[in-house]
């Protein structure tokens, strides 16, 4: 696609919920990576995924989060028993290549009630 | 020490006039650095990278890069009300496996 598409652009889940944030990296991107970005604050690094494989998970915040890139494409970052405390723009971006420009999508906020 | 430091603002600067931004960084091996623009509710776009010593000019748009005071800067000529916005500093160490690291960003007012 054209850029990166983030999908729910707006989720709000009830405390304990699981919760799936879907991203479709800029084609031809190998590199794709999450952020995530709480009020104030400038994005905080959670993973870095070079085609399928996990080449950085060292910013995931807790066993809660996990996410997946099973075709070298599409990602999806999962949220376990959500908690208050993960409510933030959850950011996804990519490059052509680890260390390249990279581009941004226009995140997903998260609203955990 | 943290790793990409800004300060916070706002910076408050006079239509027309030169904003300039600032940004520090502690890993010495970093190679890249990139400054990203933040408008309220959207997500970061990248105004400028700079990879080597010097200045490097685009448009109304300047980076400054001394790896030797780890410093990065960013200046802003002929500000518009338009570049109103929260100025992100951003590093890739050495490798670039880790993506970016980012500040907490400059918020920058332009006062009509």
């Known amino acids: 696609g054209a850029g990166v598409s983030q999908t729910p652009s707006n989720k709000v889940t009830e405390k304990g919920k699981y919760v799936e944030l879907r991203c479709d990296p800029i084609s031809g991107h190998t590199a794709l990576y999450w952020y995530r970005q709480s009020l104030g604050q400038g994005p905080e690094f959670l993973i870095y995924?070079?085609?399928?494989?996990?080449?950085?998970d060292s910013g995931l915040p807790n066993d809660r989060f996990f996410a997946v890139r099973p075709e070298g494409s599409v990602s999806t970052l999962k949220i376990q028993r959500t908690e208050r405390g993960d409510s933030a723009v959850y950011l996804c971006a990519s490059s052509r290549a680890g260390g390249d420009t990279i581009y941004f999508g226009e995140g997903s906020w998260l609203t955990v009630v | 020490q943290k790793e990409v430091e800004q300060n916070s603002g706002p910076l408050s600067v006079p239509e027309g006039a030169i904003a300039s931004l600032n940004c520090t960084y502690s890993?010495?091996?970093?190679?890249?650095f990139f400054w990203y623009r933040q408008y309220s509710g959207k997500s970061p776009e990248l105004i400028m990278s700079i990879y080597s010593n010097g200045d490097k000019e685009d448009g109304r748009f300047t980076a400054q890069l001394n790896k030797a005071s780890q410093y990065v800067s960013l200046l802003i000529r002929d500000s518009q009300p338009s570049d109103s916005a929260t100025y992100l500093c951003a590093v890739i160490k050495g490798g670039g496996a880790d993506g970016l690291t980012f500040g907490k960003g400059t918020h920058l007012i332009i006062q009509p």
């Open positions: 995924f070079q085609g399928t494989g996990a080449a950085d």
């Open positions: 890993d010495r091996v970093s190679q890249s």
